[in-house]
């Protein structure tokens, strides 16, 4: 079965300064991947996702992610981190097997010191 | 463009009481689906349909029935409420399934007393 993992459950980075989310994903095939962001009491958003080709994917409000295949990875990156970046961030993959599924993990919390 | 609603946004329930939670799309989305949302532990999957007259079990689905009847409503009912149940609730929908991605309704946050 599919998994998602993401290794950093709370991330502290001060405003201005570049940010890395980490994702490592589990899959036999080439997966479907997704970055979503939460903010405090909403639902979660797109950031952006990775189906085939260009393995450097750009997302909305500045956000890129890059999958690596010989590391099973999709990490999620920003040049430079804004106080309303501050949310949660879930890695995403969605397969073939699941028909409009997704396996998340568990998420990553980004706090933005001013 | 409403896109995915949830209602209620908050509910208190005792153990034992049942309810449903409303989630409708209005995007003519084919897949929907619920998720439960704990601290620590992501987004699990408890059943999703893909299509109407269609639903299937998902990661966590004890204690939860659904039904879709129509393509744009997907409610989630609890049987008996017990404290286990106490979770944030989201209702998602998606267009084509594995390869596209989930539209989020801004869940319900259910505690079970």
């Known amino acids: 079965a599919q998994s998602v993992t993401q290794p950093d459950i709370h991330i502290t980075v001060s405003e201005g300064a570049s940010l890395e989310l980490r994702c490592n994903y589990s899959?036999?095939?080439?997966?479907?991947l997704f970055w979503y962001v939460q903010s405090p009491g909403q639902g979660l958003q797109l950031l952006l996702k990775?189906?085939?080709?260009?393995?450097l994917v750009q997302g909305i409000k500045g956000f890129e992610a890059e999958f690596k295949r010989s590391q099973s990875s999709f990490n999620l990156r920003k040049p430079s981190v804004h106080w309303s970046d501050a949310a949660e961030y879930f890695c995403?993959?969605?397969?073939?097997?699941?028909?409009?599924?997704?396996?998340f993990g568990d998420g990553t919390t980004l706090t933005v010191k001013p | 463009n409403a896109g995915v609603t949830q209602t209620p946004k908050f509910q208190v329930l005792k153990t034992g009481q049942s309810m449903t939670l409303q989630c409708a799309q209005d995007?003519?989305?084919?897949?929907m689906s619920w998720y439960r949302q704990d601290p620590g532990m992501g987004l699990r999957l408890i059943h999703y349909?893909?299509?109407?007259?269609?639903?299937d079990q998902g990661e966590v689905p004890n204690g939860y029935n659904v039904s879709r009847s129509t393509t744009e409503d997907f409610p989630l009912r609890l049987l008996s409420a017990a404290p286990s149940q106490t979770s944030v609730y989201f209702c998602?929908?998606?267009?084509?399934?594995?390869?596209?991605?989930?539209?989020f309704g801004n869940g319900t946050r259910l505690t079970v007393t």
């Open positions: 998602a929908s998606s267009y084509r399934g594995y390869n596209s991605p989930l539209h």
């Open positions: 899959y036999g095939a080439t997966p479907y």
């Open positions: 990775y189906f085939s080709g260009d393995t």
């Open positions: 995403a993959v969605g397969v073939d097997t699941n028909a409009g599924k997704s396996t």
């Open positions: 995007m003519n989305h084919e897949y």
């Open positions: 349909s893909v299509g109407a007259g269609i639903t």
